[in-house]
């Protein structure tokens, strides 16, 4: 095989799109959505991992929707499609197809209040990590059943000081606070039986 057929047949992709990327495709135009499609085809069957004028690998963006970084946006116009690439498939993820008024940036086309009820409902099954340029910066996880005084006192300084402090105290073994709590008790008891038992004997 020719060297310029090897690199044709790698750049050889696919196009897949995702359910929530075609209804917002089917809510443009039908000229805007021929528009939006031919640039698709044009611009990603081919050369969809190579930067140009009109495509980019966006950085430091948290969409809300899935995808498989990194995230490419191709502009079409005052349309932005944000797409990811499946290598092993050679296959060309169209993950969301919106449309960019004048004056906004790129984070403005996400839905932030959608994302985040589905980062809250994904957290109360598992721990979600947020990542900047590949590296831990945010750890999100459910509360659980605590509530607001226990989540206060997670992150009380001063509670924490006070609980070091008080496991350097000396410990007593539970058998010695039973001892002393129940020994007391029964000897509270046995004085007052004997005690009833001499004032019978007497009234008697």
Request: with cysteine.
């Given at each position: 095989m020719a060297k310029n057929?090897?690199?044709?047949?790698?750049?050889?992709?696919y196009n897949r799109y995702f359910t929530s990327a075609t209804e917002e495709?089917?809510?443009?135009?039908?000229?805007?959505?021929?528009?939006?499609?031919?640039?698709?085809?044009?611009?990603?069957?081919?050369?969809?991992?190579?930067?140009?004028?009109?495509?980019?690998?966006?950085?430091d963006v948290v969409p809300?929707?899935?995808?498989?970084?990194?995230?490419w946006e191709l502009r079409v116009g005052e349309y932005r499609i944000f797409y990811d690439i499946d290598r092993d498939g050679a296959i060309v993820n169209v993950r969301a197809v919106r449309r960019k008024e004048k004056g906004k940036r790129t984070e403005d086309?996400?839905?932030?209040?959608?994302?985040?009820?589905?980062?809250?409902?994904?957290?109360?099954?598992?721990?979600?990590?947020?990542t900047r340029k590949g590296k831990p910066v945010v750890l999100i996880v459910s509360l659980g059943f605590k509530d607001e005084e226990d989540l206060h006192l997670e992150e009380s300084r001063e509670f924490w000081e006070m609980i070091s402090e008080r496991r350097k105290q000396p410990t007593v073994p539970l058998?010695?606070?039973?001892?002393?709590?129940?020994?007391?008790?029964?000897?509270?008891?046995n004085a007052n039986s004997q005690g009833r038992k001499k004032h019978r004997k007497t009234g008697s």
């Open positions: 057929e090897m690199t044709a047949c790698q750049h050889e992709i495709l089917e809510a443009f135009r039908p000229f805007d959505q021929r528009k939006i499609t031919a640039a698709i085809h044009d611009q990603l069957d081919d050369d969809a991992d190579i930067p140009a004028r009109n495509r980019k690998i966006l950085h809300d929707f899935p995808f498989k970084p990194p995230l086309l996400f839905s932030w209040q959608k994302y985040t009820e589905k980062i809250v409902e994904a957290a109360q099954h598992e721990r979600i990590l947020i058998a010695e606070v039973e001892a002393r709590l129940f020994g007391r008790r029964n000897g509270a008891k």
